[in-house]
């Protein structure tokens, strides 16, 4: 699996966007980029899953360029329940939900 | 979706004893998944329990010290053996939900354990 890349924590304001940019050089063609949210004392949530372009639900977009060597989740409009840990994950898709997490980024949301 | 119970959700024990971690799934699963979240640290998959068949362990993580149970497509346990005060941890079930892509798993609420 491909190891991934993240800054290791960001701060941002309410009512911002948030871009936090993952680095996956190693991709393969089956690989499927994943995003996760977890809270302190709570186990990590599906945020929003891409192969390529852009993928967008009702939390978050994903944007992915053509290489796919990176990704860039976006929040739009954060608020205070948005700090969190977000992980990138780089995970084959059908291979039944093994998941390999990276260190993850520490998103802070100050009022 | 799935709805994942873990049991116990924190315990205390003493070095040397061993605790067992419950895990139930609401749905019928094919793969479930264990994971260990060390204090501040990012989740470490332990192993893959696959009814029917013998776990498969990660590197760095053997089955004296963690085995595990998957006697139904429901259940299943993990048992920290003969622990040390470096196993405390948040220990964590995951399954993939019936009808979703495999990349979304879901998690339980984790076994916070210290061992002392």
């Known amino acids: 699996l491909a190891k991934t890349t993240q800054p290791i924590s960001m701060d941002s304001y309410e009512g911002q966007e948030v871009n936090i940019t993952c680095s996956h050089n190693?991709?393969?063609?089956?690989?499927?980029i994943t995003w996760y949210q977890q809270f302190p004392s709570q186990g990590p949530r599906f945020i929003i899953q891409?192969?390529?372009t852009k993928v967008t639900n009702e939390v978050a977009s994903l944007f992915i360029p053509a290489d796919r060597k990176s990704s860039t989740l976006s929040l739009p409009r954060v608020s205070l329940s948005d700090t969190a840990v977000y992980y990138c994950?780089?995970?084959?898709?059908?291979?039944?939900?093994?998941?390999?997490f990276g260190q993850g980024t520490e998103l802070s949301v100050k009022p | 979706s799935a709805v994942i119970s873990q049991k116990p959700s924190r315990d205390i024990c003493q070095r040397g004893t061993s605790l067992t971690i419950q895990c139930q799934v609401d749905?019928?699963?094919?793969?479930m998944f264990w994971y260990r979240q060390q204090p501040g640290q990012s989740l470490t998959l332990i192993a893959t329990?696959?009814?029917?068949?013998?776990?498969?362990?990660e590197s760095g993580f053997v089955i004296d010290k963690f085995p595990i149970s998957r006697p139904n497509l429901t259940f299943s346990t993990l048992t920290v053996s003969n622990m040390s005060p470096e196993d405390s941890s948040i220990y964590l079930c995951?399954?993939?939900?019936?009808?979703?892509?495999?990349?979304?798993?879901?998690f339980g609420q984790g076994t916070r354990l210290t061992v002392v």
């Open positions: 190693n991709i393969a063609t089956n690989d499927y």
């Open positions: 995951s399954v993939t939900g019936a009808g979703v892509m495999n990349t979304e798993a879901f």
């Open positions: 891409g192969y390529k």
């Open positions: 329990a696959n009814q029917g068949s013998e776990a498969t362990y």
């Open positions: 749905s019928q699963v094919t793969m």
């Open positions: 994950l780089v995970a084959i898709y059908n291979q039944g939900g093994k998941l390999i």
